[in-house]
């Protein structure tokens, strides 16, 4: 699945638009997201743009069953919050781990129509 979008997201330095070129793949119940940073003024993105012609891993995604629940629980963990967005049916949030795991971390939540539609089971 492949395609490319414009979404609007929250950051710390408050609301912005992110253009990106999307590739997921899944390899049994692992996905593979690879993106392209098209318009990135957050630079959450560019920032980890590889300088060969080669992939740079940026970041681990984790499906998030109780979005509520889980989202209340953001305040207290030792990561930042880097952008979030809030669709209806797809959230995500994704907080700064580099400092102490070299890479983000991903939380989503979504509709398990959305799920099925992107190949997860």
């Given at each position: 699945?492949?395609?490319?979008g414009?979404?609007?997201?929250?950051?710390?330095?408050?609301?912005?638009?992110?253009?990106?070129?999307?590739a997921?793949?899944?390899?049994?119940?692992?996905?593979?997201?690879?993106?392209?940073?098209?318009?990135?003024?957050?630079?959450?993105?560019?920032?980890a743009l590889?300088?060969?012609?080669?992939?740079?891993?940026?970041?681990?995604?984790?499906?998030?069953?109780?979005?509520?629940?889980?989202?209340?629980?953001?305040?207290?963990?030792?990561?930042?919050?880097?952008m979030?967005?809030?669709s209806g049916d797809?959230?995500?949030?994704y907080?700064?781990a580099?400092?102490?795991?070299g890479?983000?971390?991903?939380?989503?939540?979504?509709?398990d129509a959305?799920?099925?539609?992107?190949g997860?089971?």
């Open positions: 699945m492949h395609y490319e414009t979404v609007e997201v929250a950051t710390n330095r408050g609301p912005s638009k992110s253009t990106n070129k999307l997921l793949a899944w390899v049994g119940d692992l996905q593979y997201e690879f993106i392209q940073p098209v318009v990135d003024p957050t630079g959450i993105f560019a920032d590889a300088t060969e012609r080669r992939a740079e891993f940026h970041h681990l995604a984790f499906r998030v069953a109780d979005w509520e629940a889980f989202r209340a629980k953001v305040a207290n963990y030792p990561y930042p919050v880097m979030e967005r809030d797809l959230k995500f949030v907080l700064d580099r400092a102490t795991l890479h983000c971390l991903e939380y989503v939540w979504m509709t959305m799920w099925t539609r992107t997860g089971r």
